[in-house]
């Protein structure tokens, strides 16, 4: 039974491991091209917190898996007592995030148009960044049936956009060409007329039950951390109570 709770507890932690990697990848990437020149923009202090969330997953799931390894019953209850406050901490934030939605909606906005800026077209001077942001935008756009972040003229304010182009990806029949000579104030028929963030919402809308799973799936994965520490903690006093 306690092989079983430990495995458990490593694969667990395993996966907390991988989402601080994941957080960690998405912040380092903009970080290593653009925190040398921090501007205080919404994009850059959302990217120091992804950095930061990834860099506490890694340690709590590297604490996890110390823990599957240890025959202290106190660090177990120690691990289980440090997941505990996090999930509380959670569940707080979770609140404020409810309270405070329209001001972070308007953050995740001004974000959006942020990374818009950092369009191209391919090049040799392309970095993992402007990657990143061209493979995203392309395929949301392409994928969701939108353009821009609240309209196609979000990009006549970007420098790819200001000479009357916009992304392929924002035609609602892609051929070569079909993004230049944009006008944006005019007839625009050929291009998808729906922002992304609404269409972002609107899909998060009708597929609400998902999300609704996706987010106890994720508080369940936490209780259960705290159970399987507590369980082994107690495995373990029990026998040294034993010896």
Known sequence: MRCLVRLLLSLQSLVIITAGVSLLTVGGIYGAERFGDWDGGELGFAAAIACGLGAVLCVLGLLGVLTSCSKSYSWSYCFSIILLIIFIFQCLAGVLVIFFWNQIERLFEESLLETMKSYTLPSTEDTPYLLSVRYAWDRVQHGLGCCGVTSTENWSVTEFGSPGNVPESCCAQPVPGCGSGVDFVGDSSGLYQAGCLG???????????????????????????VCLACCL???????HCQI
Do not use: F, T, Y
Request: hydrophobic fraction near 60%; charge should be negative; aromatic fraction near 0%.
């Open 199 to 225: 269409a972002v919402q609107g899909e998060m809308a009708e597929n609400v039950e998902m999300v609704v799973a996706a987010i106890a799936g994720v508080a369940a994965l936490q209780v259960l951390g």
């Open 233 to 239: 903690a107690r495995s373990v006093q029990v026998e």
